[in-house]
């Protein structure tokens, strides 16, 4: 079946659904920016975008490529220094969401941006912690966002940068760390959520045209199901007409399609 | 106390090698000019600092100026990967890297911390992370109030900090706006700093709260046009996305990279000169 | 979030007998209509936290309202003593006032602790001095790195922050400018917060850089003109030394000083009516 | 003999000449803004007064009230907050000049600005500690300057506020701290420096009229006075003219003489 979107699109939707209107979210590299900005033009005009780089409030009108563009500058209610970011807005207990990618997760959502193999002569140098462990530690809960890849979704992490609920159960609350946790991980084939006991990540949903084999395949883990999973809604017209809209203002004003 | 002369000058006479340097600049203000001047010059042994290494500090790192990072984030934002960076900490070349690992929040912290003249800042961070076992200017302390378990990061003193800035006046006070990272907390953190500025005004009248470097922390002002591209100078020129992306080819192989180089950096006398040679047109800002 | 709203109301709703309640504002922006308001509606047993208690905390101390005061500096600034303060202390009228006492270093710290979610603040402050030995809210640590000794100051989370800015748009987010002492942090380190402005616009137009307070931070946006009177709101008004000086003789004995709260604060109607009745017209800002 | 001015105005000039052009002068609350003032006026154009309140760079034309005045901000370079100021440009070691004014203060230059009698049922209530322990503790130097009284130079404190020497010698090294402490303290009757050994304030300039006798009758201590006692050169014209202006155009602002 030929299905018109596609599952970047349906991603991308999925996770935007998940920011409700109003929500303080600090936007993460990456993915993140995509989905917060196709949520305020949806369901969410008052989600309040923070970045890293410094902007609180930001609007902007165009994805920017990196957390720093001058757009979110220009468009924010104000610009702070990037260790006000971190110390007064983030672990001052002021962030309602953090928004993450990662290039690897485990069952706990425990991620890994640092390396791939051993840390002092590593296959992949991933570029690093940058806010992720911070973030995940103070946010009142985390959304994770990643294309669901064999090697991304592993049995054993190469190096924990950012926990999530580390071994499970309430390892995590024993850590000391004061947000909730990952709450949704978003990939392009569905939903996962933490068991409330056992904290395993295990899937809740899944996008239409997606089969649970393909998910299992390309996790690296023998992935549970939640006992009734539900079927992701397919994107609405307007959500697919925002999301399309949003890349091709992006693409005009950077000459490339998206901040990803 | 700041002296306004050319960054050739500056760098010649404040960065020394072996030096512990900071370049700063979250994405935006970021002093590319300055790299150039400091690869230009054959700088040697450096530790680098800065929390989001990318570009300035991938040609530093080809270029073999550098013997340790001390970084947050190395990457180049949305593209990829910084292939230099890489080549350094996989494979040695041009020759081995020692990487001093934090997060953001560490890293801001311990800026802080030397801007403030603690010996280590504080943070409720790192906990469970793999990052303390391989930094050992990671620590960890007990609140003796609550008990509550803390981070404590080394504070960073950089001997040198270098950043880019808008504006400065003629007796060298300097005017910044817009995103501001730890440019301010780094000057202070430094024993000696150089700021690079798009112009120099006779009266910034700058807003009563503005991010303001007094003459009297800064060493050195040097009027560098263009001196953040392919970042950007909020008021001046946008982000160069284009060179970015066209960055993660030259950089992708050693030899185009080492030609590139040469030919636009090491064969030019400045930045002007850098500009012409490699084509570059400061991207007009856009004001949505 | 922030509710736009009367400061009666917002003091009605949000400040409970026995709350750890700070009103900040360094010499600039005092929130005294609001301190006018906590006396009116006859607050009990508050815990009293400020940089520098003057008139507005001698007006409350002498009314009864503090248990309890946590403080740097009090005294009517350029002028003397705070005779209400003093009596409360020395003598015990209206009654006993505990004190927790601090350098502006160390509650500055206390505060940015607070604002950063961590339950200590770092200074190198109070080497051999008698403060510590008197409050126990100061103690001291090593530096993991250096063995260097340095004070912890506990964290301040007030219940209630209250303060005066400038100005507010429609939506609640707060802008103020000039001297900004902590007020910032105070807002942020507290549970709730009330934020006296002198008006509301429909756009803030703040510079880049601006200290602003996202509405989502602030519970209450009261319009109150002049109610920083007899302290001064940059760009509105000056500052009333006359009454300054005035009120060293208005406070300094009992009778007069009930006598004149009676008539001015408890038996007006609210801010407005205060500056009538005390025949105060508010100083124009005198531009040099 | 009636001399053309005042001891106040004496202090104040003998006081504004020791703050050098360019240097950083953190501006306690009190006297200490009246000489720095006027040494601006003076010879010191480029002194950089920075007050606790957060302005950096400010050039007063009349003398503030208080030392957050609107006159402080509008005419600095910047205005950051109090906080900063403590951490970053006080404790990160960029002042020269910590210039403090005091209630007591003992032969090490020792100072309270606390109490008078016990802590715990005081017979005075003094403001307080305010910036002093750390200006005294971060500052290149100190300087202090007060009214030559009986019961302001007293044999014991009744309270440290703030540590000058200690208790001599190398106590205050011993102490770890930075700065290198009192360096003058100036009153209306001469100057009084420390011994480089013992560091115990001795007597090295006496103002034009004062006796010695006056001096140790107003000293709670047996003061010591140096091998060379210098004599304080009298006010010259232009000194008194610009004090003079300088109060006068401060009482046309606020309706009273000075900021004292």
Same mark, same amino acid.
């Given at each position: 079946?030929?299905?018109?979107?596609?599952?970047?699109?349906?991603?991308?939707?999925?996770?935007?659904?998940?920011?409700?209107?109003? @929500?303080?979210?600090?936007?993460?590299?990456?993915?993140?920016?995509?989905?917060?900005?196709?949520?305020?033009?949806?369901?969410?005009?008052?989600?309040?975008?923070?970045?890293?780089?410094?902007?609180?409030?930001?609007?902007?009108?165009?994805?920017?490529?990196?957390?720093?563009?001058?757009?979110?500058?220009?468009?924010?209610?104000?610009?702070?220094?990037?260790?006000?970011?971190?110390?007064? %807005?983030?672990?001052?207990?002021?962030?309602?969401?953090?928004?993450?990618?990662?290039?690897?997760?485990?069952?706990?959502?425990?991620?890994?941006?640092?390396?791939?193999?051993?840390?002092?002569?590593?296959?992949?140098?991933?570029?690093? @912690?940058?806010?992720?462990?911070?973030?995940?530690?103070?946010?009142?809960?985390?959304?994770?966002?990643?294309?669901?890849?064999?090697?991304?979704?592993?049995?054993?992490?190469?190096?924990?940068?950012?926990?999530?609920?580390?071994?499970?159960?309430?390892?995590?609350?024993?850590?000391?760390?004061?947000?909730?946790?990952?709450? %949704?991980?978003?990939?392009?084939?569905?939903?996962?959520?933490?068991?409330?006991?056992?904290?395993?990540?295990?899937?809740?949903?899944?996008?239409?045209?997606?089969?649970?084999?393909?998910?299992?395949?390309?996790?690296? %883990?023998?992935?549970?199901?939640?006992?009734?999973?539900?079927?992701?809604?397919?994107?609405?017209?307007?959500?697919?007409?925002?999301?399309?809209?949003?890349?091709?203002?992006?693409?005009?004003?950077?000459?490339?399609?998206?901040?990803? | 106390? #700041?002296?306004?002369?050319?960054?050739?000058?500056?760098?010649?006479?404040?960065?020394?090698?072996?030096?512990?340097?900071?370049?700063? +600049?979250?994405?935006?203000?970021?002093?590319?000019?300055?790299?150039?001047?400091?690869?230009?010059?054959?700088?040697?042994?450096?530790?680098?600092?800065?929390?989001?290494?990318?570009?300035?500090?991938?040609?530093?790192?080809?270029?073999?100026?550098?013997?340790?990072?001390?970084?947050?984030?190395?990457?180049?934002?949305?593209?990829?990967?910084?292939?230099?960076?890489?080549?350094?900490?996989?494979?040695?070349?041009?020759?081995?890297?020692?990487?001093?690992?934090?997060?953001?929040?560490?890293?801001?912290?311990?800026?802080?911390?030397?801007?403030?003249?603690?010996?280590? +800042?504080?943070?409720?961070?790192?906990?469970?992370?793999?990052?303390?076992?391989?930094?050992?200017?990671?620590?960890?302390?007990?609140?003796?109030?609550?008990?509550?378990?803390?981070?404590?990061?080394?504070?960073?003193?950089?001997?040198?900090?270098?950043?880019?800035?808008?504006? #400065?006046?003629?007796?060298?006070?300097?005017?910044?706006?817009?995103?501001?990272?730890?440019?301010?907390?780094?000057?202070?953190?430094?024993?000696?700093?150089?700021?690079?500025?798009?112009?120099?005004?006779?009266?910034?009248?700058?807003?009563?709260?503005?991010?303001?470097?007094?003459?009297?922390?800064?060493?050195?002002?040097?009027?560098?046009?263009? +001196?953040?591209?392919?970042?950007?100078?909020?008021?001046?020129?946008?982000?160069?996305?284009?060179?970015?992306?066209?960055?993660?080819?030259?950089?992708?192989?050693?030899?185009?990279?080492?030609?590139?180089?040469?030919?636009?950096?090491?064969?030019?006398?400045?930045?002007?000169?850098?500009?012409?040679?490699?084509?570059?047109?400061?991207?007009?800002?856009?004001?949505?």
């Amino acid at each position: 079946m030929k299905l018109a979107w596609t599952r970047e699109e349906m991603m991308a939707i999925a996770a935007a659904r998940l920011l409700p209107d109003g @929500a303080v979210c600090f936007v993460g590299i990456g993915l993140p920016g995509v989905a917060a900005n196709l949520a305020r033009r949806l369901h969410a005009p008052d989600l309040v975008l923070v970045y890293e780089s410094g902007p609180i409030g930001a609007k902007p009108k165009v994805l920017p490529l990196s957390i720093g563009d001058g757009e979110l500058a220009r468009t924010a209610d104000t610009v702070v220094p990037t260790h006000e970011i971190f110390r007064y %807005w983030l672990q001052g207990g002021r962030i309602d969401i953090g928004f993450l990618a990662t290039a690897q997760i485990d069952r706990f959502g425990n991620l890994n941006t640092t390396v791939i193999g051993d840390y002092r002569s590593p296959r992949v140098r991933l570029p690093g @912690a940058g806010g992720a462990p911070e973030i995940a530690a103070h946010a009142r809960e985390t959304l994770v966002i990643l294309r669901h890849q064999r090697r991304a979704f592993v049995e054993r992490l190469d190096f924990t940068t950012t926990v999530g609920y580390l071994d499970g159960g309430d390892a995590r609350e024993r850590l000391g760390l004061r947000g909730g946790g990952p709450r %949704w991980v978003i990939t392009d084939l569905g939903l996962m959520e933490p068991d409330p006991a056992t904290r395993e990540l295990v899937v809740t949903a899944i996008h239409p045209g997606v089969a649970r084999a393909e998910i299992e395949a390309n996790t690296g %883990w023998p992935v549970r199901f939640a006992a009734e999973v539900a079927t992701t809604p397919a994107p609405r017209p307007e959500e697919l007409a925002a999301l399309r809209d949003l890349r091709a203002r992006t693409a005009a004003a950077h000459g490339r399609p998206s901040g990803e | 106390m #700041a002296e306004i002369t050319s960054l050739r000058e500056a760098v010649a006479g404040l960065v020394r090698d072996g030096d512990v340097v900071a370049l700063e +600049g979250f994405t935006h203000l970021i002093p590319h000019a300055a790299g150039h001047e400091l690869i230009r010059q054959g700088r040697r042994d450096l530790t680098l600092v800065r929390m989001t290494p990318d570009l300035v500090y991938d040609q530093l790192i080809g270029m073999g100026c550098a013997r340790r990072l001390v970084f947050a984030w190395g990457g180049n934002p949305g593209v990829g990967s910084l292939h230099r960076l890489r080549d350094a900490v996989e494979r040695g070349w041009p020759h081995p890297l020692e990487l001093v690992e934090h997060s953001h929040a560490g890293l801001a912290s311990a800026y802080v911390a030397g801007a403030s003249g603690l010996p280590f +800042g504080l943070l409720d961070g790192y906990h469970g992370s793999d990052l303390p076992a391989h930094n050992p200017e990671i620590r960890f302390i007990s609140c003796p109030f609550t008990g509550r378990r803390l981070a404590a990061v080394k504070a960073i003193r950089p001997d040198v900090a270098i950043i880019h800035a808008q504006r #400065a006046d003629r007796r060298g006070n300097v005017h910044l706006w817009g995103i501001v990272g730890c440019q301010k907390e780094v000057v202070l953190a430094a024993r000696r700093s150089i700021v690079t500025v798009e112009e120099v005004v006779d009266e910034l009248d700058a807003p009563p709260n503005a991010c303001i470097l007094p003459h009297w922390v800064v060493t050195a002002v040097c009027p560098v046009p263009g +001196g953040a591209h392919p970042s950007y100078a909020q008021g001046y020129y946008d982000r160069d996305n284009a060179f970015y992306l066209a960055w993660d080819q030259i950089a992708r192989e050693r030899e185009r990279f080492r030609a590139w180089m040469e030919r636009h950096v090491l064969a030019t006398e400045d930045h002007a000169g850098f500009l012409r040679s490699a084509g570059i047109t400061l991207p007009r800002e856009r004001v949505a």
